[in-house]
Structures are given as structure tokens and as C-alpha cells.
């Protein structure tokens, strides 16, 4: 963790977090030599694992308290939301990847991660469940998703990454009221990009 810590993340609880997170279990066996490595790894479905710098980066953004009820796009591994549930969130996360849906379902409960999954699509997030404290969206956006905003709580904050598909800006989105919000931007990432519908 101190590789991390160096590079600027100065939160203890997210650092704890992810020291506690067993990163292997979310790689695939042929990665297992670097799962402690600071770099992204292919999972499947032409999707990553990013980096625990990033995952530090957004969590530190997201100022995760607990009992707060957050929403994950992209479940992708789980380990993101693993690092959310052991900060004491309680986590809803949607996956479009059937894929990726059916093996986080199977290895989150095994490791003593419990959140509620959902294979659905990201964009419109999930209505019937809000509104949300925080929402974090682990794939590179193109546009702020006006119905994710809209599930977000007043005072709530949204971490996204955004931009083109080569680069996107990080994005810290807080609500003001129902038809306001105010984003300041930390630094360039390159995700996966963040897509619609569902993959079967």
C-alpha cells in the first residue's frame, strides 16, 4: 500500500480497505504472479480490472462514509465493490457483462463480500432502488448519464470518468438540488468504455 499512499492517496480508511481486499481472487489464474502489481489486467469479456491506484482514486473521490448507499456501474471483477463494502457501504451494483455478472455473483459471497448485484444496464441504473448517497461508474462515459443523476441524493456525489474513448477526464459530480449539480475534474485515466444495453 505504501506504493499508493505515495503517489497521493492520503484517505487511511481506502488505503485499509484495499489492503484488506484480496485483489488475486478477482484475476484470473495466468495474472496471479502480479495481483499486487499497480497496473490493469484483463478479466474477460474485453473488460479490465483497473489498477489499485485507480480504484484508490475513486473511492478517495467518492468520500465513502458508512451505512451510505452507494451505486456501482460496471461490477466488471468485484473488487471495486469489495473495497465499497469494506468501508461499510452498503453497495448495489449493476453489470451489462452476463459473463462478469455470473462470476462476481459466484466469488463475492464466497470471499464475504455481500452486495446487492444486478445484471442490467448501467445507464439507466437502478430507479426503483433510489435515490443513492454516491454513485461511482468504473467505465469511461461519454456524456453525464442524465438517469443516473437523477438517482442520485441532493448533496450526493458522482464519481465518472469522461471523454472520448482514448482519454477521459475523472469527474467529481455534486448534486446541488434536483436540477442543479456543480463537477470539477482530477486528472486524465483511460477506462474501458462505459456501453448500452445488455451482453449476453
Known amino acids: 500500500m505504501e506504493g499508493i499512499r505515495i503517489k497521493g492517496i492520503k484517505d487511511d480508511r481506502v ?3 484495499i489492503g484488506k481486499v ?3 481472487l478477482f484475476m484470473d489464474s495466468s495474472f496471479l504472479d ?3 502489481k499497480d497496473q490493469a489486467f484483463p478479466i474477460g469479456a474485453g473488460q479490465t ?3 489499485p491506484l485507480t480504484v484508490a482514486i475513486q473511492t478517495q473521490l467518492l468520500q465513502v462514509e458508512r451505512f451510505e448507499k452507494i451505486l456501482e456501474i460496471g461490477t466488471g471483477s468485484g473488487y471495486q465493490a469489495a473495497v465499497l463494502l469494506e468501508m461499510g457501504a452498503t453497495v448495489y451494483t449493476i453489470e451489462r457483462q452476463r459473463e ?3 462470476k462476481a455473483q459466484l466469488i463475492l459471497p464466497q470471499i464475504g ?3 446487492k448485484l444486478f445484471y442490467g444496464d448501467g445507464y439507466k441504473g437502478l430507479p426503483t432502488y433510489g435515490p443513492f448517497d454516491k454513485i461511482i ?3 469511461g462515459a461519454p456524456v453525464i448519464p442524465e438517469d443516473l443523476l437523477s438517482q442520485l441524493k441532493v448533496g450526493g456525489r458522482m464519481v465518472v470518468p469522461m471523454g472520448p474513448r482514448e482519454k477521459q477526464t475523472m469527474y467529481v459530480l455534486v448534486k446541488t438540488s434536483e436540477t442543479e449539480y456543480y463537477k470539477e475534474g ?3 485515466f483511460v477506462f474501458v468504455p462505459m456501453l448500452k444495453g445488455l451482453d449476453k
Do not use: D, M, V
Open 15 to 17: 488505503l485499509a480497505a
Open 22 to 24: 484480496p485483489r488475486h
Open 34 to 36: 502480479f495481483a499486487y
Open 49 to 51: 480490472i483497473s489498477q
Open 100 to 102: 462478469l455478472y455470473l
Open 113 to 115: 463480500y455481500n452486495p
Open 137 to 139: 461508474i468504473t467505465a
Open 186 to 188: 482530477h486528472g486524465t
